[in-house]
């Protein structure tokens, strides 16, 4: 009986003590995952979303991959203002080809409008957490009212198996100072046959007062790929014009977001500027597009911001070759030519 009162009486205390505590940092799971499904193709890409509370707004601290390597080639997470169907799985692929297609799902993008991509999973990526006191604001007021996961099937299911690979997201309803957003530069063009070429894109930021922190970067292309590389650009008072690295890499490691290499800041009147070495072996053009056969330019920028929303401009494209080039932009002097191709 003693015993009994002294266990509730040290079980009301420790509550006491710990609940406040628990309550200020409390971080929920949701798990977003692929609700079963058996692709019956290679390569097959896969989309299913979920709609957030428009009533309320919630904040992405962290994104906790549940996939296994075997299955899924890649994941990728996007924000959308409207997803790309109403259906509960579709075929999101952008590598489709038309006499290639499963009929088993609805053919549509991941998103119909307002896309932006929040994640990035590929072989071995970790958990991504970021920094503390940041978060993506989702549902309420912010203009991501679904979230899509796309799922990169790799091998056929046979009927006796589903995958349900998929994200956890760490969440929290409590309202962060910082939040995050994701910027994307990428070109369009082409690229000769048998050529090296630079697919090159610059903008600069005219939303006053807001202070860019980049913390993460993606590279994206397809085979032709040889180096990708961004570069925070920004001219002093007396016109001097510097160059510092956000992050470089050979796009065919795993596409992921890693780290960026220096903790700078993008402000108003700086520009942002990415280049993709392209190296083509083929006797044909190849176009920048969705197939396969067709390459892409994307550097995207993950970054926070105190006390504010994100950038309203969130994509800065260039014509590309051979249309487009630093060297042809008035701004963009002392480019560090040989280190932006340079692994
Ligand atoms: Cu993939
Ligand atoms: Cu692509």
């Known amino acids: 009986m003693i015993a009994k009162i002294i266990t509730a009486v040290f079980l009301l205390v420790s509550t006491a003590t710990i ?11 949701y798990s977003l995952m692929m609700p079963n ?5 290679t390569d097959l890409y896969l989309c299913t979303p979920i709609r957030i509370d428009s009533s309320k707004s919630y904040f992405i601290v962290g994104f906790e991959p549940k996939a296994s390597g075997h299955d899924a080639h890649h994941m990728l997470l996007y924000g959308c203002s409207d997803p790309g169907s109403e259906d509960p799985v579709w075929n999101c692929g952008q590598m489709a080809s038309p006499n290639g297609r499963d009929h088993s799902y609805m053919h549509s993008n991941p998103c119909k409008s307002g896309s932006n991509i929040l994640y990035a999973w590929a072989r071995d990526a970790p958990t991504l957490k970021l920094p503390d006191q940041v978060g993506f604001k989702v ?12 799922v990169h099937y790799h091998r ?17 309803d409590e309202q962060l ?31 006053p007062g807001k202070v860019i922190h980049p913390f993460a970067y993606r590279t994206h292309t397809h085979e032709l790929g040889k180096v990708v590389a961004g570069y925070r650009v920004r001219t002093d008072q007396r016109g001097d014009v510097k160059w510092d690295l956000l992050g470089k890499r050979n796009p065919l490691t795993p596409q992921m977001f890693y780290p960026v290499e220096n903790n700078i800041t993008v402000e108003f009147g ?21 197939t396969s056969d067709d390459e892409m330019c994307n550097f995207y920028v993950m ?17 590309g070759s051979p249309k487009y080039y630093w060297k042809d932009d008035p701004y963009l002097i002392n480019i560090p030519d040989e280190e932006a191709s340079k692994l």
């Open 19 to 29: 609940w406040p505590i628990a309550n200020a940092n409390e971080v929920k799971k």
């Open 37 to 41: 499904v058996r692709p019956k193709k």
């Open 139 to 150: 549902g309420g007021d912010s203009k991501i009212s679904y979230l899509v996961l796309q």
């Open 156 to 172: 056929t299911f046979d009927d006796d198996e589903t995958d349900n690979s998929g994200i956890y997201l760490h969440y929290t």
């Open 177 to 207: 100072s910082r939040q995050a957003g994701v910027y994307l530069l990428a070109t369009n063009g082409k690229i000769a046959p048998r050529s090296v070429e630079h697919m090159e894109t610059a903008c600069s930021i005219f939303e």
């Open 270 to 290: 700086d520009r942002l500027a990415a280049r993709c070495t392209m190296e083509s072996t083929r006797d044909t053009v190849t176009k920048i597009g969705a």
């Open 303 to 319: 970054y926070w911001v105190e006390g504010t929303d994100p950038l309203e401009q969130q994509l800065c494209v260039s014509e």
